[in-house]
């Protein structure tokens, strides 16, 4: 049975990006059982006769999204990712912080008067419509630039014919911002009634709070991420196996199913196993939240191992059997 694939996914943000993916993946005649987890940004996939990766990679790109192919859970991997997610999570943040010191004028200026608060005199509709309506619209530009990902995702998935919320959020925020310019053009030619029709705060705090979104989601993601690294720093890179009677040491990775681990005191557990040999305390804290060491020994009695350990030296002895390297 061939071996699962998994892919790292970039460029999803919806459950129905996921599922552009799913399907794009899905058509290729050489894989099977393909599913994405969004919360992971994680495809994997069964591939059967005749799969290339590169069909996989190419099928995501034409889907307009991003993938690379994902090798072993490495410390190091792990400890870059979460590098460049928290690169991610602070410019997510700073962009957020420069939204709100234009969305919240912005709001102030178009809907203050509504509710009786006080606006500077240059900036009355009725005595400065120009001034009024200019100001609204270089607050908004801000909020157009940083939001610009929503725009070329989201027309793009619409031309494809696969919609997503970007498209929602690029369609809805593009009318009012074109209506509000058709509306200051309006004003500059005179026609001055047409500062009671500008959307441009509609569209700036629209991106406002799903930019706040997704920080906030980008931000619980960091927390599992560290969570999970916390745990793989838990597994020494390093072991000690005993292999052809001598003692050899070797990377974590390269232990293999049937090796015999030797385990100092005071030493972490690289792999999951079974004691074959001796006792000792393990802390499963992080595993299991008991906070006191647990016990563990060996399941085969001690005479038991002892008359084990005697036939196989005679065995030896006798040259019955012929160890090779």
Not at 202 to 211: E, Y
Not at 297 to 311: D, F, G, T, W
Request: charged share 20%; glycine share 6%; aromatic share 6%.
């Amino acid at each position: 049975m061939s071996e699962k694939k998994e892919y790292k996914l970039s460029g999803m943000t919806c459950a129905a990006c996921a599922m552009t993916v799913e399907m794009a993946v899905k058509d290729l005649e050489t894989v099977e059982d393909v599913s994405v987890n969004l919360a992971t940004e994680r495809l994997s996939l069964l591939p059967k006769a005749g799969f290339d990766s590169q069909q996989v990679l190419d099928a995501v790109a034409e889907a307009g999204y991003q993938a690379e192919e994902k090798g072993k859970n490495k410390p190091s991997d792990v400890n870059e990712e979460a590098a460049m997610k928290a690169q991610e999570l602070q410019k997510k943040k700073q962009e957020l912080l420069i939204l709100l010191i234009t969305a919240l004028p912005l709001l102030y200026i178009s809907m203050g008067s509504m509710v009786g608060l006080p606006l500077p005199s240059f900036l009355d509709h009725m005595a400065h419509p120009l001034v009024f309506v200019l100001s609204q619209l270089l607050l908004t530009l801000p909020a157009v630039w940083i939001g610009r990902g929503f725009y070329q995702r989201g027309f793009r998935n619409l031309i494809k014919r696969h919609p997503n919320m970007d498209s929602l959020i690029a369609v809805g925020t593009s009318a009012a911002f074109l209506y509000s310019i058709y509306s200051v053009s309006q004003v500059f030619l005179g026609h001055h009634a047409f500062v009671h029709q500008l959307y441009f705060e509609s569209v700036a705090v629209i991106i406002a709070l799903v930019l706040l979104g997704k920080y906030l989601e980008s931000s619980a993601k960091g927390r599992t991420s560290q969570a999970i690294q916390s745990l793989l720093e838990l597994v020494p890179s390093q072991a000690t196996v005993i292999r052809y009677g001598e003692a050899v040491t070797i990377d974590t990775e390269d232990i293999r199913v049937g090796d015999i681990i030797r385990i100092k005191p005071g030493e972490r557990m690289p792999v999951d196993g079974l004691v074959t040999e001796g006792q000792t305390f393990v802390d499963e804290s992080m595993m299991t939240g008991e906070s006191v060491p647990i016990e563990k020994k060996s399941a085969i009695p001690l005479p038991v191992q002892q008359s084990i350990k005697m036939v196989v030296l005679t065995i030896k002895q006798l040259g019955l059997v012929r160890i090779r390297p």
